[in-house]
């Protein structure tokens, strides 16, 4: 199977390309991709998409993805959930420790989830400390350089 960030792109362009009316034509459209996927797993990804549906002027409604600016401005929610609960950042092999203040520990582990980082297979959160698993391969400090990418704000903490 696919890994999930491709396969997130893959229905963004489709969404984009055809006039899709239902999670079964846009599965259908999946399998010709080359991807095997549930309709469970399809309605995570559009969520996570933030797809929504519109009028298409006649009788029925289509998928459409947010505009940019949405896009930009949830991206900024996520950044700011992370700035505001993280304490530090360490790792070990393939696993990094995120502290973070009691109780922010899931707005963190959430607001990273939102990134769709390739270098993240998973995270789990508790109170205040998330430990992330990164993928084979992939180093602590190549995972600190990604983040410090998207958040660069981290490089003044």
Do not use: W
Not at 83 to 94: A, C, E, H, K, Q
Not at 107 to 121: G, K, R, T, W
């Amino acid at each position: 199977m696919k890994e999930r960030l491709t396969r997130l792109k893959t229905v963004r362009k489709l969404i984009k390309n055809y006039r899709i009316e239902s999670q079964e034509e846009l599965l259908g459209h999946l399998q010709k991709e080359g991807f095997e996927v549930t309709q469970a797993t399809l309605s995570r990804d559009l969520k996570l998409l933030k797809v929504g549906k519109v009028s298409d002027g006649h009788a029925g409604y289509v998928y459409t993805l947010p505009d940019e600016n949405e896009r930009h401005e949830s991206e900024q929610i996520y950044i700011q959930d992370f700035l505001r609960g993280y304490v530090s950042i360490d790792f070990s092999g393939n696993i990094v420790v995120i502290k973070t203040f009691g109780g922010h520990a899931d707005a963190v582990s959430n607001a990273l989830d939102a990134m769709n980082m390739d270098e993240i297979l998973g995270t789990v959160a508790g109170d205040n400390c998330i430990f992330a698993c990164l993928r084979e391969g992939v180093t602590g400090d190549e995972f600190l350089k990604s983040l410090k990418l998207r958040i660069p704000e981290l490089e003044e903490e």
